[in-house]
């Protein structure tokens, strides 16, 4: 049996893309997103990936969302749940239901600049290094214990996306790396 992944993402999905590319130790099984055109979606389809959007707008309250994104998860029996730019924050049932098996990957060196403009605080604060973390998902935000980080130099002359550009190449790699670090058992 190989081991089950499943992704969140809401966005491109470049990173979602670079896992596919790389399934040798690992499946994915689903990708789970909350907003309907995502271009990730795409991705999925034409990679023969089962797709579930749970868009927090066909639900009255953000805890119906959270549980039916649960349910939506588990139909999959993920071994791992891996968060690669899903921009909503997971409810606790989720984060419980998932311990120690669900992970997101961070476009900046944390504890520095959490939150949703990573790669813009970074550059505002005039820093010269940033980068990217792996780390598990825990009820605050970018908070959860470190797995692995990666450094990325600020160049002058960095707009956000080329910044964010960068980062996300080392993270295309970076992902698939822990992904593959996990299906050996080699990261607890
Ligand atoms: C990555 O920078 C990741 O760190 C952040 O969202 C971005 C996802 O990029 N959480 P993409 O949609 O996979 O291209």
């Not at 009255?60 to 993920?78: D, G, H």
């Not at 990573?118 to 605050?140: E, Q």
Request: charged share 20%; net charge negative; proline share 3%.
């Amino acid at each position: 049996m190989s081991y089950n992944v499943v992704v969140l993402a809401s966005g491109a999905g470049s990173l979602f893309q670079s896992l596919l590319l790389h399934q040798t130790n690992y499946r994915i099984s689903a990708l789970i997103t909350d907003t309907p055109k995502a271009l990730a979606i795409e991705i999925a389809k034409a990679n023969k990936v089962s797709v579930e959007v749970c868009d927090v707008k066909a639900f009255t309250t953000r805890l119906q969302w959270n549980e039916a994104l649960l349910k939506c998860i588990e139909t999959y029996s993920p071994d791992l749940v891996v968060s690669a730019g899903f921009m909503k924050i997971l409810g606790e049932s989720v984060i419980e239901a998932f311990s120690g098996r669900l992970i997101n990957i961070h476009p900046s060196l944390l504890p520095a600049f959490p939150g949703a403009h990573a790669v813009r605080d970074a550059l505002l604060s005039g820093a010269t290094i940033t980068g990217t973390t792996v780390h598990y998902v825990d009820a605050g935000i970018d908070t959860g214990n470190i797995i692995t980080q990666r450094e990325v130099e600020i160049v002058s002359g960095d707009s956000v996306q080329t910044l964010h550009e960068r980062i996300k190449v080392v993270e295309r790699s970076l992902i698939v790396e822990v992904v593959e670090s996990f299906a050996k058992g080699a990261v607890q």
